[in-house]
């Protein structure tokens, strides 16, 4: 019954299948130029693919699953995902090749300019696609994949080449380098031409540039050329929250850049024309036929950006295919936010107005220090998820208490998650964030508000020093180990009926925030009560949040939550625990019935 879209996300029912009979592998191969590479966490890039797109790992327990489609040459199973990932996190630790050729992309290994990297955040970025949840790559520095050696059939030693992808273009930077295409077989800096792989950053390698970007650029190998010697004036960039990103090379003198809105219109060529000739390396091309994703050749691992889709030719494509690729890509009819992690996570804002962030810059090793920082929309290390078990997760790790200890002035830090008490962590009423085994608060040290703080637990006061706000909110665990829903998939309209359900860890509708004024909130309305009722039976729902004395909830010592103005408490009717139950409000009893526990 639950569905899989996000609030963020506009739902547009579509069938399972891509609107286009022909998909991008398919147009490039009844060119001539047939893909030898074809990578996406969305769709098939085939017709016929009805295989796994990606792999995802589990934190929990170590278990790998392989995550497939809902029909061949249709859309991902995000429900499926979902459903592995339900209670823990999940990493996506391989990436399919959809050719038949295996090239699969693996977790990359260290290289000359950056050390191993890990898997991205299974979850940190869903989208729509076909009218369908999809989750996509959120490449922060340390995220990166590769195909280690010479991929089957994929350009080498000068040979003509196309390569596309579709990523953000919101989601950007301009370090070293957010690519997808061929690169060296191993992850080290051969030289120039020994790389062939597009990019989308604000990288203005070769001055002067247009504008502040982002461009669609070609990373050649030492440069990041937007046309011609590398500075290509007339490449204006693509600021669009989906950006198709094409590049082709004819591996001896010419090579083209395009990029278009994923989302409408066509292609724009930035450069077609003459191979650099002011440098050496590049006419004639050395590529070696590795293929990267996130990163550049030599593993520099520094830059950000999303991904969702992209493939690899064998020949040089034609302007034909490659419109026709931008056409299927416009009526996948990709929507939703692409420069913020979404989802139930949130940043939890603390003293000062800064935000709860793991030292390391995203990297999130066990024992990293938690502090206070600066808020950062892009930064996954101060997106965290409070899960029903009261854990608050980021990086895959929960925030902790070093030892487990319980003393004032014990420092927290980031730890495997392995429900012990230093990992649990209630919202209270004064905004604090209360550790139950310690029976302290998360404390900024006498109230500091410096970046790099490092945070502590200590006796709560209700001081400003404690005052921590969950802003993806919190579940709200009732009756028989069920969670407060909301009908209707995520979408959470006016009068959408409140009630009992699995508890999802990945669902916004059942992640609630918890305001000063009593009210609980999710996707951007309030729990009240039908026609701001007082009646005993009178059914909850979702209501814009207006301040009426239905949208007060106060939890109570036993476990209640009380609404002031009717002077009754929430209730499954009957202690009902099947899925779906409609909550209420009745006379408070202190029964399993209103038993309704706040994050």
Not at 98 to 122: E, Y
Not at 291 to 312: H, K, P, V
Not at 523 to 528: F, K, M, S, T
Request: glycine share 16%; proline share 4%; aromatic share 8%.
């Amino acid at each position: 019954m639950r569905g899989f879209l996000a609030a963020l996300l506009l739902v547009v029912p579509a069938p399972a299948a891509p609107a286009a009979a022909s998909l991008p592998c398919d147009s490039y191969a009844a060119a001539g130029t047939p893909c030898v590479a074809a990578h996406s966490t969305v769709r098939a890039l085939l017709a016929s693919y009805g295989g796994a797109l990606y792999q995802l790992t589990r934190a929990s327990d170590g278990a790998t699953h392989d995550v497939g489609l809902l029909a061949t040459g249709g859309y991902v199973n995000a429900g499926d995902h979902d459903a592995f990932c339900n209670g823990t996190t999940c990493r996506i630790t391989r990436i399919y090749d959809q050719t038949g050729r295996h090239n699969d992309l693996s977790i990359a290994p260290d290289g000359g300019a950056g050390s191993g990297d890990r898997g991205a955040d299974a979850s940190e970025i869903a989208v729509t696609a076909g009218g369908h949840k999809a989750y996509g790559i959120w490449v922060s520095p340390g995220i990166g994949y590769r195909f280690t050696g010479v991929a089957s059939g994929v350009a080498v030693n000068g040979q003509a080449e196309g390569v596309y992808m579709v990523a953000s273009g919101t989601h950007v930077n301009s370090d070293c380098c957010f690519d997808y295409g061929n690169a060296e077989s191993t992850p080290y800096d051969t030289g120039n031409g020994h790389m062939d792989a597009v990019s989308i950053a604000t990288t203005c390698y070769f001055q002067p540039c247009t504008g502040s970007g982002p461009w669609v650029e070609a990373d050649m190998e030492n440069g990041m050329f937007q046309g011609a010697n590398g500075s290509n004036t007339a490449n204006a960039g693509n600021k669009s929250a989906f950006v198709t990103a094409v590049l082709k090379n004819d591996g001896q003198t010419t090579y083209a850049i395009k990029g278009g809105n994923s989302q409408s219109g066509g292609l724009s060529t930035w450069w077609s024309g003459s191979l650099p000739t002011d440098k050496p390396g590049y006419r004639p091309m050395h590529q070696e036929g590795g293929i990267i994703l996130g990163i550049g050749g030599d593993n520099s691992n520094r830059n950000r950006g999303t991904w969702f889709e992209g493939a690899m030719t064998a020949g040089y494509p034609t302007d034909t295919a490659e419109n026709a690729v931008q056409a299927n890509v416009v009526a996948v009819g990709y929507s939703g936010q692409t420069s913020v992690p979404n989802g139930p996570a949130g940043t939890v804002t603390g003293p000062g107005g800064k935000c709860v962030d793991v030292a390391a810059d995203d990297t999130g090793g066990n024992l990293a220090a938690v502090q206070l920082w600066d808020c950062q929309s892009y930064a996954s290390d101060q997106h965290w998820t409070h899960y029903a078990d009261n854990s608050l997760r980021t990086l895959g790790r929960c925030l902790d208490i070093n030892g487990n200890g319980t003393a004032n002035g014990t420092q927290v830090e980031l730890w495997d998650c392995n429900g012990v008490g230093g990992q649990r962590w209630l919202q209270q009423a004064d905004g604090s964030l209360r550790n139950p085994q310690s029976g302290r608060c998360l404390d900024s040290p006498s109230g500091n508000t410096a970046n790099g703080t490092r945070l502590q637990i200590y006796d709560c006061n209700g001081s400003g020093a404690q005052k921590f706000a969950v802003d993806g909110g919190g579940p709200a665990a009732g009756p028989g180990g069920k969670c407060v829903d909301v009908a209707a998939d995520d979408t959470g309209g006016n009068g959408s009926a409140v009630q009992l359900w699995d508890c999802q860890s990945y669902a916004i509708d059942q992640h609630w925030v918890h305001l000063g004024n009593g009210a609980l909130r999710t996707l951007g309305r309030c729990l009240d009560i039908n026609g701001n009722g007082t009646a005993n039976g009178t059914p909850v729902e979702l209501w814009d949040c207006n301040g009426v004395g239905g949208q007060n909830w106060q939890q109570q010592a036993d476990g209640s939550l009380r609404n002031p103005q009717s002077g009754r408490c929430l209730d499954s009717p009957g202690g009902n625990t099947a899925n779906g139950t409609r909550l209420q409000i009745y006379d408070c009893n202190g029964s399993g019935a209103q038993k309704f526990a706040l994050s």
